[in-house]
């Protein structure tokens, strides 16, 4: 029988975090979400599933070392998308620093490659933390996941139109991750640190090109779909240089994937490829006015 956990999760009301918090509580583990706002609606469904909320700021350590008194775990994320690259940072040094306080294991959401010097911002960013959690020795695991395949829903404009748009050209292969295998492999590690403490784990579910993303929505919704590539310049516009620097190395570079390393270290958890995803979305609302 597992051991029944208490886990300390940042993060818990965005799409990664809160596929933790989901696999935790149906695992039958005890969360805590870390939240600047209590009265959120998001905040709010997480409380009526049985998550203990507590509000704090993530740069603060002390304040997070005493969140985390009887706890056993941290999950932490972090994120660049307020304050930037270097606030990033140092959240994640500051979760780092109290977990090792708090002597719990700290699963830490890194992103794929970013070990690899790839000079995107917010990859570099969370490398640093990376290097941080080295340094100071605190039992840790890194869990980098690759881009998320709910990324596509932030096109569903241009998808309820029939159109499918994306930066990358048709023939570039992406690797990909579905939230809730984050959340799967997550707790894995969570749950057993004695073998998963002092490792890193680059997560993706599928590798597919832009052509088959377009086949595969076009089967799973039985809609024609058109390619669009959407230039550089328009994502520097909409997501800052750090956008566009991600995107120009998807394109020369992209994510490193070893799906049968993955299967092997996680036998239990069911990878989504990226066609099992795609059937399991609501097509009825993400396509409305179409």
Request: with cysteine.
């Amino acid at each position: 029988m597992r051991q029944k956990l208490a886990v300390v999760v940042t993060g818990g009301t965005g799409k990664q975090g809160g596929a933790v918090v989901k696999s935790l509580l149906e695992r039958g583990h005890e969360v805590r979400a870390v939240t600047r706002s209590t009265d959120s609606a998001k905040a709010r469904k997480l409380a009526n599933a049985g998550v203990t909320l507590v509000r704090a700021s993530l740069e603060d350590t002390a304040v997070l070392t005493k969140v985390l008194e009887g706890a056993t775990s941290l999950f932490a994320m972090t994120t660049p998308y307020e304050g930037g690259p270097q606030a990033e940072t140092r959240q994640g040094i500051s979760a780092a620093d109290a977990a090792k306080a708090a002597g719990v294991h700290l699963v830490f959401a890194s992103v794929g490659s970013a070990n690899r010097q790839t000079g995107i911002p917010h990859f570099d960013s969370k490398y640093e933390v990376e290097e941080h959690i080295a340094r100071i020795g605190v039992c840790a695991t890194v869990l980098a996941p690759v881009y998320f395949m709910e990324n596509l829903h932030f096109g569903k404009e241009q998808l309820a139109k029939g159109i499918y748009a994306t930066p990358l050209p048709p023939a570039r292969q992406l690797t990909q991750v579905a939230v809730k295998d984050i959340g799967a492999v997550a707790v894995r590690l969570l749950e057993d640190p004695g073998r998963f403490a002092g490792r890193r784990f680059d997560l993706g579910s599928d590798e597919l090109t832009g052509n088959d993303v377009l086949a595969i929505l076009s089967r799973v919704t039985g809609r024609p779909f058109t390619y669009f590539q959407i230039p550089l310049d328009v994502i520097r516009q909409r997501m800052g240089e750090d956008g566009a620097k991600m995107y120009e190395w998807f394109d020369r570079v992209g994510f490193t994937f070893d799906r049968a390393a993955l299967r092997r270290e996680f036998p239990d958890v069911f990878f989504h490829d990226f066609e099992s995803w795609a059937k399991a979305q609501d097509w009825n609302t993400l396509l409305q006015g179409a």
